[in-house]
C-alpha cells in the first residue's frame, strides 16, 4: 500500500500590504507514484502556514471596487461570507478572500448552485465580539446538508478590510487523475487536473469503469481551514461484482462438461492411468456436495493492474470414466482453492480456477 500523504501547501514570501498582484493559492507538488497501488488520496491537510517571521503576507483583492467595507469586524466579514455562499454569489464571496484560485471551475456560480440545489447551507450563526486584533480566528456554525459544521476562520487586517486567509480549499489531486481510471466529481470530468478549489459543500466522485467504485466516493469540505483525512481506493462496484459472478458461474458449468482428464482453466484434473485406455466419452465431472452459489462470493480486487479480482473458495470435484475395452472404471477426487477473474475486456471475461494458497 502507498501510505503517502498530501503536504502542506509551502509558505508564501513575505511581502507588503501595498502588492497590487492577487495572491494565487497552489497546492503542494509531491513526488509522483508511477505505480498503480491502493491510491492514498488525502492525509493531513493544513493549508494555513502563511505566516513568516511573525509577518503576515499581505494578499490584495482583485481591485478596489471588491474591497469589504471597512467598518466590518472580522465576524461580520465571516457572516457575509457565508451569507454569499448560502445565497450562491461565488464572487461575492471571494471579495472576503485573500488569496484567490486559480481555476474557477468549482468556485463558479453555476456550480456552486449545483452544490446548494443538493445540499444548501443554512442555520449560519457567528457569535459577536471574538476578536479585534489581526489575526483574528472567528468561530461559527452552519449546516451543509445535514452535516452540522463548527469552523474556524483565520482573519487578517488588510488596510482597513478584514480577509479570510483563504475563502476555498485547495485540493492536489494529481494522484487520483494521473494513476487510475477516468473520474469525474459532481457530473465534472476532471481528466488530467492536478489542482482544484472548493467552496465548503459535500462532493462526490464518481468513476467512468463501471466494474470499479471508490472506497470513498463522497467527502465534505466543512469549511477552508479544515483538516482531511481519508484513504481512498479501489473496489469492485456493485455492477463489476454482478459481472464476474455470473463469469465465473458460467465458467463453473463450463469445467463440469469437459470430456478430459485435465479441464484446460479449470484447476483440477485426473492424473492419468497406466491401466488400459480412457475413453473419453465417458468421462464425467460433479462437484462433490452442493453446486456452490457465487451470488454473495467475496472478491479482492488487485490493486496493482485493477482488472483482476481474487476469491478464495474450496470446491472439490469428482471424476468418473470407464476404459475403452470396458473393462476399468476409473475414478478420483480434486480440489480448487482460489478463483482468479480478469475483466481487462468486460466482453471477454477470463475466468481461472487453481489451488491457491
Not at 508564501?12 to 492514498?40: C, F, H, M, W, Y
Not at 467595507?69 to 471571494?94: C, M, N
Not at 470530468?189 to 462526490?204: A, Q, R, S, V
Not at 463453473?252 to 485406455?277: E, M, N, V, W
Request: glycine letters at 8%.
Amino acid at each position: 500500500m502507498d501510505d503517502r500523504s498530501f503536504e502542506s501547501p509551502p509558505e508564501e514570501k513575505t511581502g507588503t500590504e501595498t502588492d497590487s498582484t492577487p495572491r494565487r493559492a497552489v497546492p503542494q507538488k509531491k513526488a509522483r507514484n508511477r505505480g498503480r497501488g491502493l491510491l492514498i488520496v488525502v492525509g493531513a491537510i493544513a493549508l494555513f502556514s502563511l505566516s513568516l517571521g511573525g509577518t503576515y503576507l499581505a494578499a490584495q483583492i482583485l481591485n478596489h471596487q471588491n474591497t469589504p467595507d471597512g467598518a466590518q469586524a472580522p465576524e461580520q466579514a465571516v457572516l457575509s461570507y457565508l451569507q454569499a455562499l448560502a445565497a450562491g454569489h461565488a464572487d461575492t464571496a471571494l471579495i472576503y478572500s485573500a488569496m484567490q484560485p486559480d481555476d474557477r471551475t468549482f468556485t463558479s456560480d453555476e456550480f456552486l448552485a449545483q452544490l446548494l440545489a443538493e445540499n444548501p447551507i443554512t442555520k449560519i450563526t457567528v457569535p459577536p465580539n471574538q476578536a479585534t486584533d489581526s489575526p483574528a480566528v472567528i468561530e461559527a456554525t452552519y449546516n451543509i446538508g445535514d452535516v452540522e459544521v463548527e469552523a474556524e476562520f483565520t482573519l487578517h487586517l488588510q488596510g482597513n478590510a478584514w480577509l479570510l486567509d483563504y475563502g476555498f480549499f485547495p485540493f492536489d489531486i494529481s494522484e487520483m487523475t494521473e494513476s487510475g481510471p477516468a473520474i469525474s466529481m459532481n457530473g465534472v470530468d476532471l481528466g488530467h487536473t492536478e489542482n482544484i478549489y472548493l467552496f465548503p459543500g459535500i462532493y462526490t466522485l464518481t468513476l467512468a469503469d463501471p466494474m470499479l467504485a471508490l472506497t470513498y466516493s463522497e467527502f465534505v469540505i466543512e469549511y477552508p481551514e479544515m483538516p482531511l483525512f481519508f484513504s481512498q481506493g479501489y473496489t469492485m462496484s456493485e455492477e463489476g461484482l454482478d459481472v464476474i459472478r455470473t463469469a465465473v458461474d458460467e465458467h463453473l458449468t463450463y469445467c463440469l462438461a469437459q470430456k478430459d482428464i485435465q479441464p484446460d482453466g479449470c484447476g483440477f484434473g485426473f492424473a492419468g492411468t497406466s491401466t488400459g485406455t480412457i475413453d473419453t466419452s465417458t468421462i464425467a465431472w460433479t462437484i462433490a456436495g452442493t453446486r456452490p452459489s457465487f451470488a454473495a462470493q467475496k472478491f479482492t480486487l488487485d490493486t496493482t493492474v485493477l482488472t483482476v479480482a481474487t476469491a478464495m473458495i474450496d470446491i472439490k470435484f469428482h471424476f468418473e470414466a470407464i476404459s475403452t475395452d470396458k473393462r476399468h472404471f476409473y475414478e478420483a477426487d480434486s480440489s480448487i482453492t482460489g478463483i482468479r477473474v480478469d475483466f481487462c475486456r468486460t466482453d471477454q471475461i477470463v475466468v481461472t480456477f487453481g489451488t491457491f494458497g
